[in-house]
């Protein structure tokens, strides 16, 4: 399932109007736009339920936001899960279906297999709302892509790694792919429109391929969190019938202890 273009562009105003109206610098003030809404947010311990929540009890719309999962105030994730709830009670279809009951109240879920509409538009509105397409190119423009890059720029906006990625995906403004693993078995990928579409020599749910830098992580003792980049052949990952392959492609991958996953990534010079 997918966002229609009309819906991205809706979407994206909103959330592009409020990261203007309620910023200090760059960085969305999220507590401003809860502030102005007269909207309560309730940072407490639910477990391990989920990580962000928005109901109506009747009277008035709340939101909840669970300690437990790492969603302070000020963490990136807990910045992106408040962000995602304020999707869900902008877009007018959302709030309007949990207030009048046509909508069942769900806790979300941090999650790169989202599959249902509206959680793919918060997710969405979000990533407008806290890296506005204007301000993000302006901090990206003319800089080397890596990994240090994506990290700039999750520092800068306070952005967790895997929303600064998708927005780096979603805008379009670098040619290259995404490769999420856990214990050698790839688990989700994404890419660019404008990568190349050679045929993968990977599935998801089984393991990466053998050549490649990031199966030598999961091949070694005790690998580096973060490797070089490397300028590897495109063959490892892919299987290659034009002549796009023949430009230096490069591999560099990333460990986040957070959820055990190894983000790679993949791209050309």
């Not at 391990?48 to 963490?75: A, E, R, W």
């Not at 709830?85 to 941090?110: A, C, D, M, Q």
């Not at 994506?150 to 995404?178: K, W």
Request: contains cysteine; glycine residues 4%.
């Amino acid at each position: 399932m997918t966002i229609t273009d009309y819906r991205k562009k809706k979407i994206s105003e909103r959330a592009d109007y409020l990261s203007v109206v309620f910023a200090s610098a760059d960085v969305t003030d999220l507590a401003a736009i809860a502030a102005n809404e007269q909207l309560p947010v309730h940072f407490d311990h639910y477990e391990d339920s989920f990580d962000g929540m928005l109901v109506h009890d009747g009277s008035q719309f709340h939101i909840h936001i669970n300690l437990d999962k790492g969603n302070s105030p000020t963490s990136k994730r807990g910045r992106f899960s408040l962000a995602h709830e304020y999707g869900h009670y902008f877009i007018s279809e959302h709030r309007i279906g949990l207030k009048y009951g046509l909508l069942e109240p769900h806790g979300s879920v941090n999650s790169l297999n989202h599959e249902t509409l509206i959680e793919l538009e918060a997710n969405y509105f979000a990533s407008c709302l806290l890296m506005p397409f204007a301000k993000y190119k302006a901090f990206a423009a003319r800089k080397d892509f890596s990994f240090d890059l994506i990290n700039s720029i999750s520092d800068h906006f306070q952005t967790s790694l895997m929303a600064t990625i998708l927005r780096f995906i979603e805008a379009g403004t670098r040619e290259f792919m995404v490769v999420i693993s856990k214990k050698s078995l790839v688990r989700w990928y994404a890419k660019s429109n404008d990568f190349p579409g050679f045929a993968f020599k990977f599935k998801v749910g089984q393991a990466v391929p053998v050549k490649t830098l990031t199966a030598n992580f999961f091949s070694q003792t005790d690998p580096p969190i973060q490797s070089l980049v490397l300028d590897r052949d495109p063959e490892d990952w892919f299987w290659i019938n034009d002549s796009r392959g023949n430009r230096t492609f490069y591999e560099q991958y990333y460990y986040s202890d957070i959820n055990d996953y190894l983000v790679t990534l993949l791209w050309f010079k």
